[in-house]
């Protein structure tokens, strides 16, 4: 367990750390070098200096049992100093999470405390040329080597792409095929014919090793097998996906806000047209307050996660985990991109920062699945909640969403509500018109279910806030009333968006007929949606001023 207070002093000692050792000018040269510093990541993970492994593993190996909730700050501070030394360093936690969850009680003892012990690095070897989104199409093998009748160990050939620290890593997971079928195994650096490619030139995380490895009859015993049992491999890789997923989305929401802190301070000293841009409301509320905005929905929804995966009793939240990594990667893009906009010309150049923090922060919708597989596992999961409860699933929550609104009116329910009640009807529209045999329906549905849930997390982030009941570790830039007009802002658009694609959808697929369009409308609650957009540009503006620091405290009225 990390109290909040060691949390603190641990993501204090790490912005000293990257304050000292990693200011702009060291960044901006390494990236251009295309160069991981090693000797720096190793620092980080060494238990004698920074010593981030520890948080993540369990007390009972020498490390601090951080929990879900940990490895989200811890992430998101590291995205917030730089992705490629984040992936670097987290590619051991990810690379470790197989013998986390599948190791035998030995391979656990020794592999953890290596790791707490030694600060040993570790890569994460799924990925293949032929198998990326789809690892079933794994094609590295792993054949049993028999000794007087049983498996002495096993013969490992094939290739593995794009795996990061993969040309620096000290030990690396590999998946393979086993007669049994897909199992992990711990390979280390050195062993005969496990070999490397040059580091990859990336478009981002340039600081972060990412090489293909090639193993060619490669010998390892068969302890080296985690978990002891063939074929265990993909549910192995499927426990931990809530956990991991997470650590991305943190690494999207680190980066997106890492923009914006810079696209924000630069806007009060520019001035153009006698004012500085950040008194432009056209500049503000396209460019910053909307970005803020959707970082803070999917923090809400990254936090209620964590606390539910520390909770320890619902599994392990793969959709949950895909709904914050979509969100908040999405919107650390969309943050990215709009930053380099406000920096005008000198936002696209190395200097200024958020060209390198955009190009970094392009890989979270890709690596651990890519948005497009996000939004299928999120639509497929959710579609099956709604058969389930005849079509209930999202409405129950809408309701209990109007009953949060009737203690709280000023934190976004509402309009969440009728996201959810939207989101519902669509589903429901897509479900009679067996609209999901359209792949690109099944896929905006992933989007439209993250956008209303996340509108959910936000208002009851936003109500524990005024009760003074959110988590000791949570985030607390905002205070009550910005979290609350952050939340009216994002539900209005998850609600509008909902309501308005979810239409076009099923229209689009021949899912409602002219004639009963009206009815599907009305079904839709458009009216509704169209009367909570009442308000918006004030909210703005006061998000505008928060963030701007030009506000006394005030509490807002209810949208
Ligand atoms: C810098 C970097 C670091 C990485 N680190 C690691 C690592 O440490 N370990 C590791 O194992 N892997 C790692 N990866 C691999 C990463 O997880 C994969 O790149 C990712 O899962 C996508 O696989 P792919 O590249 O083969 O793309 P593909 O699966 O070929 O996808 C290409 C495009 O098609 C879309 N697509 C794929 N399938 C479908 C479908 N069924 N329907 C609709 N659209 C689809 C995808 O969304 C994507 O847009 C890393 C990748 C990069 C670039």
Known sequence: MITAKTLKLSLKSLKDFAKKRLPDEILIQLDERDECPLEIVRHMCDPDKLGIQLLFIPEEFGGMGGGAFDVYCVCEEMARIDLGIATAVLATFLGSDPITVGATAEQKKLWLSRIAEEGLLFAYGATEPEAGSDLGNLRTTADRVMQDGRVAGYKINGNKQWISNGGVADVCTVLANTPAGPSWFIVEKGAKGFTHDEPEDKHGIRL???????LNDVYVDADR??????????NQAQAVFGYTRLMVAAFGLGGGW???DRAIPYSTKRIQAGAPLSEKQGYTHKLIVPHAARLEAARAYIEETAQRIDAGSEGSLNTEGAIAKYMASEAGNAAAEASIQALGGYGYTHEYMVEKISRDVRITTIYEGTSEIMEMTISRDRWQLHLKTRGQ?????ARELEALHARHPE????AAALALHALAEVMEKARLGRLTRYQ???????ELIAFAECAGSLARRAALMAEGKLEEKASRRFDAAALAALSRVFAREAALKVAEEGLRWVAGAGGVSVAEMALFETSLGLPAVHQAQAGLISDMD??????YGRTTKR???AA
């Open 555 to 557: 509490t807002v009225q």
């Open 411 to 414: 934190v976004g329910a509402g």
């Open 225 to 234: 097998l985690i978990g002891g049992v063939e074929g265990q491999g993909l």
């Open 393 to 397: 699933h999202y409405h129950d929550q």
């Open 542 to 547: 006061y998000v505008a001023d928060v963030l």
């Open 258 to 260: 890492a923009a914006l």
């Open 440 to 446: 690109h329906i099944l896929l905006r549905l992933g």
């Open 208 to 214: 972060s090793n990412t090489a293909a490895l090639a």
